[in-house]
């Protein structure tokens, strides 16, 4: 019994201790940072100070793996409720090393992990990371073990390791990559993945002489060109002021919907930017030790590196730290761009990542 008492009085003095540091450092109350935890916002203070978030994240620890915890067995029944797509895609990459096997939910936070994972395990990489230089350590279908308290095992993956992934709001990560996917070298690169099939389908209904479609696709081909050239002259002179594919020269949100709708249709969606997460990352099947939300940095961050034995590279991740009051700001873009879409594109939306809704707890009513 006083061994118990002790801990208990050791657990109320070290809290004690941390809430004065934070009401010292924040200017709030007790009831303010609480409020400030419950509604999934941080507070206004410097989030690169280094000290604030392990102190916060510190008095917060236990409210942090409660949440995780829920997450975690939500994620579990939801998985006994559904028939999830069979796929041989399995986007998992091992770190024997370190006892880590982790799933890039792209527009996830994914490139900071990638860059991490890349300086950490790559000998001599080049200049410019990309994810398939770890593509040695992916684990593939064809090196499948046995399947042991419905978690698919691979030959090459210590069977001790940590599964964890980060996930964000469906609409959010759709929005992300349309943002992205208009940036000069994502143009490029994109091109023919989607970009230009996307424009040319979502717009030639703007053409009034049909004899003009011709002419209007060899302009955009020709302006995807100048931008891989570098942009020579700074302005592009060959566009014609009616050419609805380069007005403007750049995706919109609508034309990438349509585009995974028919690639849903098709059975040809496998692309990681628009996937749902569930399935990119096989969770039914691969079964997870932690997900956590991007929206839920820095404390679900710093849970996350505490619980994967990175605490010391916790550094490398400042920088994913976002304010809530940029969060609020970005979820209301992304909500406003969705109001834009029509009715059919909308309810596809809704269906397309009903299970990730589900389980990771985010919400969609708002226009639905």
């Known amino acids: 019994m006083a061994d118990t008492d002790s801990e208990t009085q ?16 924040t200017g709030l109350n ?20 280094l000290e604030f978030l392990d102190n916060y994240y510190r008095y917060n620890h236990q409210s942090v793996e409660e949440v995780v915890e829920r997450r975690m067995k939500r994620v579990q029944t939801v998985c006994e409720e559904i028939h999830f797509r069979k796929t041989t895609h399995y986007n998992l ?16 936070g994914s490139t900071t992990w990638r860059n991490f994972f890349i300086k950490e395990f790559v000998t001599d990489p080049p200049e410019t990371y990309f994810l398939n230089l ?31 992934t980060m996930v964000r709001h469906p609409f959010a990560r759709l929005m992300s990559h349309v943002k992205s996917s208009g940036r000069d070298h994502e143009m490029v690169n994109q091109k023919d993945l989607w970009i230009y099939s996307a424009i040319v389908a979502g717009r030639s209904n703007r053409v009034a002489n049909n004899a003009d479609i011709p002419r209007f696709k060899n302009e955009f081909q020709n302006y995807i060109s100048w931008l891989k050239n570098g942009k020579p002259g700074e302005v592009f002179s060959e566009r014609s002021p009616d050419n609805p594919f380069l007005n403007p020269p750049y995706p919109q949100l609508s034309e990438l919907v349509n585009h995974i709708m028919k690639m849903r249709r098709s059975g040809r969606d496998w692309d990681g930017h628009w996937m749902p997460a569930h ?7 691969n079964k997870f030790d932690y997900i956590i939300r991007l929206e839920d940095e820095p404390l679900e961050l710093w849970y996350l590196v ?6 010391d590279h916790r550094t490398k991740f400042l920088n994913r ?48």
Not at 10 to 25: D, P, R
Not at 327 to 353: G, P, Y
């Open 306 to 311: 505490d619980k994967l034995g990175l605490w």
């Open 134 to 164: 770890l593509k040695p350590r992916q684990l593939l279908g064809s090196k499948k073990a046995m399947i042991k308290d419905r978690k698919q095992l691979f030959r090459e993956e210590s069977e001790k390791n940590i599964r964890f």
């Open 10 to 25: 050791i657990s109320s003095t070290v809290e004690g201790a941390l809430l004065n540091l934070l009401i010292k450092q």
């Open 279 to 285: 399935e990119f990352c096989n969770l039914c099947s």
């Open 93 to 108: 990459y091992q770190f024997n090393e370190i006892g880590l096997t982790w799933c890039p939910v792209f527009k996830s």
């Open 321 to 368: 730290a976002n304010t809530s009051s940029k969060k609020e700001t970005e979820m209301a873009d992304v909500w406003s761009e969705i109001e834009r879409l029509d009715r059919q594109q909308k309810e596809f939306l809704s269906r397309h990542f009903d299970v990730d809704f589900r389980m990771f707890g985010y919400h969609r009513n708002r226009v639905f």
């Open 30 to 49: 007790k009831s303010q940072l609480d409020e400030a935890y419950n509604m999934t916002k941080v507070v206004d203070v410097d989030l690169h100070d």
